[in-house]
Structures are given as structure tokens and as C-alpha cells.
């Protein structure tokens, strides 16, 4: 198979070029963009094909066709929600969550514990399958299922899923998951839209204009997606299972309260570095006595 070129055989000067009308259109990183851009062309006519996408405002990922997450190559599709950096936090979560469920309690194995070690992992608004693949990928072994509501996105997240052979299907939040499900999750990943309505237009053009609204709008105070599935949780949940689900700081007690509505205890957790928060849910378990 012959390799596409890379800055190296580029003529002289040519990365420059590219970096200029990338800065030109307001893309702080143009260097760095401009060298992915020629690694990831095969031609010059493709070269240019990327070059105007970019400048005309396309996601850098949508334009290449992938984005790096977690240390993994995640296909990307046009018109599909580029994975965020910050929910890397997201995934390390979770996978410190699977090694707790696999742990025993109480002198009673743990349900993944009694499918022989093997945990179930669900990932709703799955978008490009990123999440769920990086939960699969580093807590192993698992079976993985994801969903989206968006045709697009199941495309998507098929191909990047398949390395780890999950099942993507496409439906509007449990409604899409098997029913056998239901009671086995142990480790449920939720990425939901939590942006509210009114502040969509104060997004980057890139994600506004480019990436679906129903992977952006989370209502009118953000959380009417988290409500939704924070309600049905409970019911999917294994006896020892987790939701986590990534919000905003400023969001995050209503993200609780939602929680806490659905029967679920609930606690939030912060990384400023990256700027990401989750809230965790667990079952309520009986008072003693």
C-alpha cells in the first residue's frame, strides 16, 4: 500500500502556504493543523480539497476523518460530534468504576464477577463510539453496547466499535438497547447534550455549524437529556453498576437532583485541568436493619 506524502516530501515552502490560509481564516493552531492536513493528504488536488474545508470552517477531525482519544484513533464523520478531550476524564472514570465492580462485596461475588469477570458497558448519545471503545479498550474484558439517536453517528460508531466487537444500534436512549439489558449494565457512559438552547448560538462556528444539534441542545437549563435517562437508569443498572455522566460544573446539582429523583445516589467530580465534570450514579442500596 503506498503511503500518502507527509510534510517531508512536500515541495518547499508548500507547509507554510497551507498555514497562512489556515491562519487566514482565524485557525489559531495553523501550523499544526497545517502539518496533519499534508501527512493526511494523498494528493495535492486532496490537499486542497482539506485545506478549503478547513478554511471554510469544517471540524479539523470531520476534515481528516479521525480524531485522537484516549490514545486511539476514532473514525469521524461529517456531520457527527467530534469526541472532546475532556471527556477523556470521562473514561478514566469509569474504568476505575469497572474495577470496582469487579471487585467482591461483602463476600458475594459482583455481577461482572459472575458473567466470569466479564462487565457489561453501555455508551447512550454514543456519537462516534469513542467513549464506549475507550472504556472497552482499557477495563477489559467486556461486552460493549452504544446507541445514538442519529443515522450518521451508528454509521460511525459501527466502524470504530467493531475493534472490540460492540453493537451500536440506533434509537433514542434505552429505547435502542436490547431488553435483555435491562439489570446488567455495569458501567453506563453518557455523554448527553448538555449545552442550553440559548446559549447554542455562543458556540464555535465549528461546532454550531457542523456537528448535529440534537448532539449539542440539551434544553432549556441543559439537562433535560441527563433528566431523561437518569430516570429509566436505575432499572438497567446491575446491583453494583455506575452511571457516569459528563456536565458542567455550574450544571452538576441539577445533574445530582436528577440522579438522586431516579433513585440513584449521586456524587460530582471535577478535573480542572481538562475541565470536565461527572456525576456518578449508583443504585440506593436498603437501610440495614
Known amino acids: 500500500m503506498t503511503e500518502a506524502p507527509g510534510p ?10 497551507v498555514a497562512a490560509a489556515l491562519r487566514a481564516a482565524g ?11 499534508m501527512s493526511a493528504a494523498a494528493t495535492p488536488a486532496e490537499l486542497a480539497a482539506m485545506v478549503g474545508k478547513r478554511a471554510a470552517g469544517l471540524p479539523l477531525e470531520q476534515v481528516v476523518g479521525w480524531a485522537e482519544f484516549c490514545g486511539l484513533r476514532i473514525a469521524v464523520d461529517p456531520g457527527v460530534f467530534v469526541p472532546r478531550r475532556r ?37 447512550l448519545c454514543c456519537g462516534t463510539g469513542a467513549i464506549g471503545l475507550a472504556i472497552a479498550t482499557a477495563a477489559g474484558p467486556a ?21 472490540v466487537g460492540g ?21 453506563l457512559a453518557v455523554n448527553a447534550p448538555y449545552v442550553p438552547t440559548g446559549e447554542i448560538r455562543f458556540l464555535p462556528p465549528e461546532a454550531r455549524l457542523h456537528e448535529p444539534p440534537v448532539a449539542l441542545d440539551g434544553g432549556a437549563d441543559g439537562v433535560d437529556v441527563q433528566r431523561r435517562v437518569s430516570a429509566s437508569a436505575a432499572e438497567w443498572l446491575s446491583a453494583e453498576g455506575r452511571l457516569l455522566v459528563e456536565t458542567s460544573d455550574r450544571q452538576a446539582p441539577l445533574t445530582i437532583a436528577a440522579m ?23 443504585p440506593q442500596r436498603p437501610a440495614a436493619g
Open 27 to 37: 485557525c489559531v493552531f495553523a501550523e499544526d493543523e497545517a502539518e496533519l492536513l
Open 87 to 123: 471527556s477523556e476524564f470521562l473514561v478514566a472514570l469509569a474504568v476505575a468504576a469497572a474495577g470496582e465492580v469487579r471487585l467482591p462485596a461483602g463476600g458475594r461475588p459482583r455481577p461482572a464477577a459472575e458473567r466470569g469477570g466479564v462487565l457489561t458497558i453501555a455508551d
Open 143 to 163: 461486552q460493549l453496547y452504544a446507541a445514538d439517536i442519529a443515522p450518521a453517528a451508528v454509521s460511525c460508531a459501527r466502524r470504530n466499535v467493531s475493534r
Open 260 to 282: 438522586t429523583a431516579g433513585g440513584l445516589t449521586a456524587a460530582a467530580i471535577s478535573d480542572g485541568e481538562l475541565g470536565s465534570t461527572i456525576v456518578i450514579g449508583s
Open 167 to 187: 453493537q451500536v444500534f440506533q434509537g433514542d436512549l434505552f429505547d435502542a438497547l436490547p431488553p435483555r439489558l435491562r439489570g446488567r449494565i455495569d458501567v
Open 8 to 17: 517531508a516530501a512536500a515541495p518547499a515552502g508548500q507547509q507554510e502556504a
